[in-house]
């Protein structure tokens, strides 16, 4: 496609449910971020690959908190036992070149009640 | 810790003004500063990106300073227009991630 593609657009989980969430990154792109953005806020840096390697996780706020992106390709962001402070719309970013053109995809929102 | 404030937190501003957005940063060391554009409940679109060695760039209607020194970066945007109503996040990048500030929310009314 020729945008980031990232799925589902909404999620809406209880407290303790596990969700994941996909991101389809641009093709031939080995650059990869997600950040997390609370309502009213910047988004903060959660993990960055390049390629299949991840090669920052500084910014994963817990241990419930996990990112693979197996072949390089595709990412998920999982997040285990949900709580309500992980409300926020997550974005996923893709790029072929370090530090220019990065292209974010239009989120996830993902509400826990 | 990084930080990146961006003043004022909400504009408003009748059509044809020109206007200014603020954006300072802690610690001089910087890759690159850029502008995004984010309307609401879509993603981020770069506008503007400036590179440490730069001290300004434009498109169009739009013009971005960065002083390294001063840890300042502002975005001008001339002869505002309704459309241009969204939320403006300056990012600084570096160490491979970006640093957002909260943004400006700027509604140009017609």
């Known amino acids: 496609g020729a945008g980031v593609s990232q799925s589902p657009r909404y999620k809406v989980a209880k407290r303790g449910q596990d969700v994941a969430l996909r991101c389809d990154p641009i093709?031939?792109?080995?650059?990869l971020f997600w950040y997390q953005q609370a309502l009213g806020q910047g988004p903060e840096f959660l993990t960055y690959f390049q390629n299949e390697a991840q090669l920052d996780k500084s910014g994963l706020p817990s241990d419930r908190f996990f990112a693979e992106r197996p072949e390089g390709s595709v990412s998920t962001l999982k997040i285990q036992r949900t709580q309500q402070e992980d409300s926020a719309v997550y974005l996923c970013?893709?790029?072929?070149?370090?530090?220019?053109?990065?292209?974010f995809g239009s989120g996830t929102r993902l509400t826990v009640v | 810790k990084q930080e990146v404030t961006q003043i004022p937190a909400a504009l408003s501003v009748p059509e044809g003004e020109n206007l200014v957005l603020n954006c300072s940063f802690t610690?001089?060391?910087?890759?690159?500063l850029q502008w995004f554009r984010q309307d609401p409940g879509k993603g981020l679109t770069s506008l503007l990106l400036?590179?440490?060695?730069?001290r300004e760039q434009t498109s169009g209607r739009l013009n971005a300073s960065l002083d390294k020194s001063s840890g300042r970066s502002t975005l001008y945007i001339a002869a505002s227009q309704p459309g241009d109503s969204a939320t403006y996040l300056c990012?600084?990048?570096?160490?491979?991630?970006?640093?957002f500030g909260s943004g400006t929310k700027l509604n140009v009314k017609p």
């Open positions: 990012a600084k990048y570096n160490f491979n991630k970006f640093y």
């Open positions: 970013a893709s790029s072929s070149r370090v530090g220019y053109g990065y292209t």
């Open positions: 400036i590179q440490s060695s730069q």
């Open positions: 610690d001089s060391a910087i890759y690159n």
């Open positions: 093709s031939g792109h080995v650059s």
